[in-house]
Nanobody
Framework: QVQLVESGGGFVQAVGSLRLSCTVS????????LGWFRQPPGKDCEFVAG????????DYLDSVKGRFTISRDNDENTVYHLMNSLKPGDTAVYYC????????????????????WGQGTQVTVSS
C-alpha cells in the first residue's frame, strides 16, 4: 500500500546539520499526519518530531526542541526533518511514519498511532 522513501542520513561532526526527507507514495495534503522516530543503538525507538495533518501543529522530543524542525511540502508529498546542532546522542536510525484518518488536527506521538513506516536512514554524529 503506502510506501515511504527516506533519504538524507549520513555522517556529520558534532554541531553539524543534516536534513532528512521522506517521500510518501500518496497525496499527503489534508489527510496525513507525519512523524519522525529514531532508534539509537541498543535502545528503544522513540518519538522525535511530528506535524499535524494541516501543518499547523508541531511537536518534538524535549531533547531536540530548538534544534530540530519538522516541515512538510504537500506539493512534493514529502516531510522534512532539519536537524541542527547535532550531538553524538542524536546518533540513531531515523524512521519517518504517516498516519491517515479523521482524528483531530494534532501531533501523534505514539508509534502505534502510525500505519506506515519508512525503511530507516542512519544518522551518525561523531565527537
Amino acid at each position: 500500500q503506502v510506501q515511504l522513501v527516506e533519504s538524507g542520513g549520513g555522517f556529520v561532526q558534532a554541531v553539524g546539520s543534516l536534513r532528512l526527507s521522506c517521500t510518501v507514495s500518496l497525496r499527503i495534503s489534508k489527510i496525513c499526519t507525519l512523524g519522525w522516530f529514531r532508534q539509537p543503538p541498543g535502545k528503544d525507538c522513540e518519538f522525535v518530531a511530528g506535524i499535524s495533518r494541516s501543518g499547523f501543529n508541531n511537536d518534538y522530543l524535549d531533547s531536540v526542541k530548538g534544534r530540530f524542525t519538522i516541515s512538510r511540502d504537500n506539493d512534493e508529498n514529502t516531510v522534512y526533518h532539519l536537524m541542527n546542532s547535532l550531538k553524538p546522542g542524536d546518533t540513531a536510525v531515523y524512521y519517518c511514519a504517516t498516519a491517515m484518518g479523521t482524528w483531530p488536527d494534532t501531533v501523534l506521538r505514539l508509534s502505534r498511532e502510525y500505519g506506515a513506516w519508512g525503511q530507516g536512514t542512519q544518522v551518525t554524529v561523531s565527537s
